[in-house]
């Protein structure tokens, strides 16, 4: 549930670790709540390549009006400079009819432009990101989007439209996404399961989307990769979201970037988490357990699992080797419609990315190669003797619910609970 807006001014903290939850900041005993001062936040905010002469440390302590005089300098007629008014009109006021989601960052609402509202704007459908500057992820977060996704333009990268700052509000206006997230489309018991090749064309977008930020002439690391943050369009084209946490990769001799540690519990490579040590080797880790998540319709994270089974990871790792042990832990909703050679290369593919050595893990143009080869491969499992031909349905509802493996052990599938966003500082 998200917190209710207070009304008292920002403070610096001073605790060593500070970790969040459910919407909610918390110090690394857990105990007391604590809220970054907006100094604090734009000492960690991107830097921007040679070819950009904007500063975000000098966006971060400007005005509004300085702010929007600066961002028109740098980007002109690429992005376009809403009135909160404007915004108002075209999402009725934010009403929540309009509602496409909410999280730690704000609110997101429908909106649609039309020929009147700006010169040069084709009339479309925009979602219209409203921005809770008191939350963790506020002012600087708002100023990475534009910043990134100002300068950063592919089409597996969600297209900016423009932005708003006006006093205290800070929004963002993207291009709309039809068909939501990765993650409703996976996770949501009421949402029709997706069909094994539109799986792989998704991890295929997302995976070209990645491979365009880490071989940047600046390497871009995006620091949050996850379903909710893959976005797709009426195509099922998949293109990535929410830049408020990208960070420039290192640069010369440098061979990573130190920084607080900002992410998803479930996603985030071990070690970053425990050393604050960035790379683009981290994003290669998060890419690794989201595929799982397409292999087997399970969370990263899921609390309401059996203790064993809670993290992914730990509990599919051990099936990732044999094609026939694989089998026990596919999506069962997928009813044996999948590749078995390909699931077999996907799930090798995701256990060189999970690697706790990071070296060990493959670059992203050598994943997209290897997706781009299991696409071609048609040999479906329930055909081919490696899927019952009519899964039945267990007491919760949920297909292929119980299946023993190796006499003693049994495998569950059932419903999951969304994962949990932790943010540490180091």
Not at 222 to 247: E, H, I, P, Q
Request: contains cysteine; glycine residues 8%.
């Amino acid at each position: 549930m998200r917190p209710q807006p207070s009304s008292k001014p920002w403070r610096p903290f001073t605790a060593k670790y500070c970790c969040s939850a459910e919407d909610q900041t918390f110090f690394g005993n857990f105990s007391r709540p604590c809220r970054p001062s907006r100094s604090d936040l734009s000492r960690d905010g991107p830097q921007l390549p040679s070819f950009r002469r904007l500063s975000f440390s000098d966006l971060s302590r400007s005005s509004s009006t300085r702010i929007m005089d600066d961002l028109a300098q740098s980007f002109g007629s690429e992005l376009h400079d809403f009135q909160l008014s404007e915004l108002r009109g075209i999402t009725h006021d934010f009403s929540s009819n309009f509602l496409l989601g909410e999280g730690g960052f704000g609110t997101v609402h429908k909106g649609y432009i039309d020929e009147n509202l700006r010169q040069g704007l084709k009339p479309q459908a925009v979602a219209v990101k409203l921005l809770d500057i008191e939350g963790l992820q506020g002012h600087r977060e708002w100023l990475a989007e534009v910043i990134f996704l100002g300068q950063l333009r592919h089409p597996h990268l969600v297209k900016l439209i423009g932005y708003c700052c006006e006093d205290e509000e800070r929004l963002l206006v993207y291009e709309f996404m039809s068909r939501g997230s990765l993650e409703n489309h996976l996770f949501k018991r009421l949402s029709t399961s997706l069909p094994w090749g539109t799986r792989i064309k998704i991890a295929i977008g997302a995976a070209k989307g990645l491979a365009f930020l880490h071989d940047a002439e600046k390497p871009v690391i995006y620091r949050d990769f996850k379903t909710s943050n893959v976005l797709l369009d009426s195509d099922f084209t998949a293109k990535l979201s929410d830049f408020g946490l990208a960070k420039m990769g290192p640069e010369g001799s440098e061979t990573h970037v130190t920084t607080r540690v900002m992410g998803t519990y479930g996603y985030a490579a071990p070690e970053y988490v425990s050393t604050g040590q960035l790379t683009t080797k981290c994003d290669i880790y998060s890419f690794g357990v989201v595929l799982l998540e397409l292999l087997t319709g399970r969370r990263a994270m899921d609390k309401s699992r059996p203790k064993s089974e809670q993290n992914l990871i730990d509990w599919a790792k051990p099936y990732l080797t044999s094609t026939r042990r694989l089998r026990y832990i596919m999506d069962p909703r997928l009813a044996g419609q999948y590749s078995v050679k390909g699931a077999k290369e996907i799930a090798l593919l995701a256990l060189q990315c999970i690697s706790l050595s990071p070296k060990d893990r493959p670059r992203m143009p050598a994943i997209v190669e290897t997706l781009e080869a299991v696409q071609l491969l048609k040999d479906m499992a329930v055909t081919h003797g490696h899927w019952p031909a009519s899964p039945k349905s267990s007491r919760n509802g949920v297909f292929g619910a119980k299946a023993r493996i190796d006499g003693n052990k049994v495998a569950y599938i059932r419903k999951s609970s969304s994962a949990t966003t932790v943010t540490q500082k180091s």
